[in-house]
């Protein structure tokens, strides 16, 4: 189920939630098992979030980080040293190439190509949320 945390209370304060699915709700949707979903987070690949009960909440970015995980298992074979590694170089990458594209009117053309493959290679790993649709 999803969830409206301000509205159940759930992380006052936290901004960036406006909605949360439970472990069984996001196995789902990721066609995972949940227990695969614990152990990622048992390997610090993914930290949802609790409730007071202690209840794991998956957002929209954990759920979209979970999906690079296994692209990146799945179907490029990388081991989770291998996925930790890669992630590491994604969340930087992204805002970079985020960033150069708000400002493209000012980048010359090398810039501009330099920024095309940087995207290309956030859609190799499933990284860029623009390129799930493809």
């Known amino acids: 189920m999803v969830a409206d945390r301000r509205a159940a209370g759930i992380?006052?304060?936290?901004?960036?939630?406006?909605?949360?699915?439970?472990i069984s709700v996001a196995a789902r949707l990721l066609e995972m098992h949940p227990q695969t979903l614990r152990k990622y987070e048992r390997v610090g690949l993914v930290q949802p979030s609790r409730t007071g009960g202690?209840?794991?909440l998956y957002s929209e970015d954990d759920l979209l980080r979970l999906r690079v995980i296994r692209r990146l298992v799945d179907e490029l074979g990388l081991n989770l040293?291998?996925?930790?590694?890669v992630l590491d170089l994604v969340g930087p990458l992204r805002?970079?190439?985020?960033?150069?594209?708000?400002?493209?009117?000012?980048?010359?053309?090398?810039?501009?190509r330099a920024t095309a493959?940087?995207?290309?290679?956030?859609?190799?790993?499933?990284?860029?949320?623009?390129?799930?649709?493809?």
């Open 54 to 56: 202690q209840l794991r």
């Open 95 to 112: 805002r970079l190439v985020d960033g150069a594209e708000l400002s493209t009117e000012s980048l010359d053309a090398e810039a501009i």
């Open 11 to 22: 992380g006052a304060g936290r901004i960036g939630f406006t909605g949360v699915y439970i």
């Open 81 to 85: 040293a291998g996925v930790r590694l």
């Open 117 to 134: 493959e940087l995207r290309s290679f956030l859609k190799y790993v499933g990284a860029d949320p623009d390129g799930l649709d493809e």
